[in-house]
């Protein structure tokens, strides 16, 4: 089992920042990646369709890879599937959700207590971030701000340059977010433009992203569960449930290497 690869799951290539974090963690471990480009964005779906949709790709993961744990590297997923994933799997493999995580990285942090959640409508809207604050942190404030244009955007390619800045710029002067002291990068697109929002914030608001965080804290849950490999033993593989020309180079930007990903329909019969 400890040869097993992680299965990590997002709507389409935003995980790869979690999954680029997690082989820099734990060089030692085989990935296999699953981007449903087919039915990108998550952002906009309802909670039943992300739900039928992210028990596809983890029995894929668990039933034809043979994963021995699953990380669901996107927000809106974790939001809405994470308890009906764990449910249905009947906690026998571990199932890590992006966002406790990062609630339990604000808890160390009782210094913070205005805190700015930006994230897609789905995520926003489930109230997830939300009612955890409340009950691990009841000391905290919690404003949020739908940014619904930020994934679009980056999946664009538009990072580091005026129509980034504007955008971004735009969102975080909304009144929402006054006098916030930390923010949660609630979407796994946003690491990519993580320096633009430090720029913006002037280095004096804390952020919160789900890579290192998630690594760090899926090692320990290896570790403790004696399942960490002591050996690489297979390659990484990266597969999206539909092709589109940008995908593989922006692929690339979020993985920060060359990689080969291949198009697999998990949803046709016969796959
Ligand atoms: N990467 C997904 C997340 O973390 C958002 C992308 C989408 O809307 O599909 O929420």
């Not at 905290?140 to 580091?160: D, F, H, K, Q």
């Not at 690491?191 to 914030?201: C, D, G, H, Q």
């Not at 033993?233 to 290497?257: L, V, W």
Request: hydrophobic letters at 40%; aromatic letters at 8%.
């Amino acid at each position: 089992m400890n040869n097993n690869p992680i299965g990590i799951f997002d709507s389409g290539i935003g995980g790869l920042t979690v999954a680029n974090a997690i082989s820099k963690a734990m060089p030692k471990e085989s990935l296999v990646y699953f981007g449903d480009t087919a039915h990108l964005p998550y952002g906009e779906k309802s909670k039943d369709l992300i739900r039928e949709y992210s028990l596809g790709i983890s029995k894929f993961l668990l039933e034809v890879k043979h994963c021995k744990a699953i990380v669901i590297a996107c927000n809106t997923a974790s939001a809405a599937a994470y308890e009906y994933l764990r449910d249905s799997h009947k906690g026998s493999y571990p199932i890590i959700n992006v966002i406790d995580p990062i609630i339990e990285a604000l808890v160390e942090r009782p210094e913070l207590n205005k805190i700015g959640l930006i994230a897609t409508n789905t995520t926003i809207s489930s109230g997830v971030y939300q009612e955890k604050i409340r009950r691990r942190k009841p000391s905290a404030s919690i404003n949020t701000l739908a940014t619904p244009l930020l994934v679009p955007m980056i999946e664009e390619g538009y990072a580091n340059d005026n129509i980034s800045r504007t955008l971004i710029g735009n969102y975080l002067s909304n009144e929402a977010l006054e006098g916030i002291e930390a923010l949660i990068l609630g979407c796994t697109h946003y690491p990519i433009i993580r320096k633009e929002i430090e720029e913006y914030y002037e280095q004096q608001v804390q952020l919160f992203d789900s890579t290192d965080i998630l690594a760090n804290k899926l090692k320990w849950i290896l570790e403790k569960e004696d399942l960490l490999c002591s050996e690489r033993s297979a390659p990484n593989s990266f597969y999206i449930s539909d092709m589109n020309p940008h995908f593989a180079k922006s692929a690339e930007r979020f993985f920060q290497e060359s990689i080969n990903l291949e198009l697999l329909n998990i949803w046709k019969e016969g796959q």
